[in-house]
């Protein structure tokens, strides 16, 4: 078997075991797709401001705070550097938790 695909049968794994462990509290499941919905947003929105964009990283903000995304890399880093869309979750992720 090719090394990548190995890699990738491995990483696959690993996920979904990730994926079966319970969230909490135990009856609260984990949205597999939203961080990859959040990276191509973030290519969309960089493309066309639009707000039906920023409405949709909005909604997702609970559920990566929850899976731990902003503890990992805070908002202010999200913020930095000249990305639209990574600023624009960035300051929607702080205000969020400004809220909490």
């Known amino acids: ?43 969309l929105y960089n493309l066309t401001k639009s707000e039906k964009v920023e409405t949709e990283f909005r909604a997702a903000i609970p559920a990566l705070v929850k899976m731990g995304l902003f503890s990992l890399f805070p908002p202010e880093e999200w913020m930095q550097g000249n990305n639209p869309g990574r600023k624009f979750v960035g300051q929607a992720a702080l205000e969020y938790l400004q809220d909490q």
């Open 1 to 43: 078997m090719d090394e990548n695909l190995a890699n990738i049968d491995e990483l696959s794994r690993i996920n979904e075991q990730i994926l079966r462990q319970p969230a909490t509290p135990a009856k609260e499941s984990k949205p597999s797709g939203t961080l990859a919905t959040l990276l191509h947003n973030i290519d």
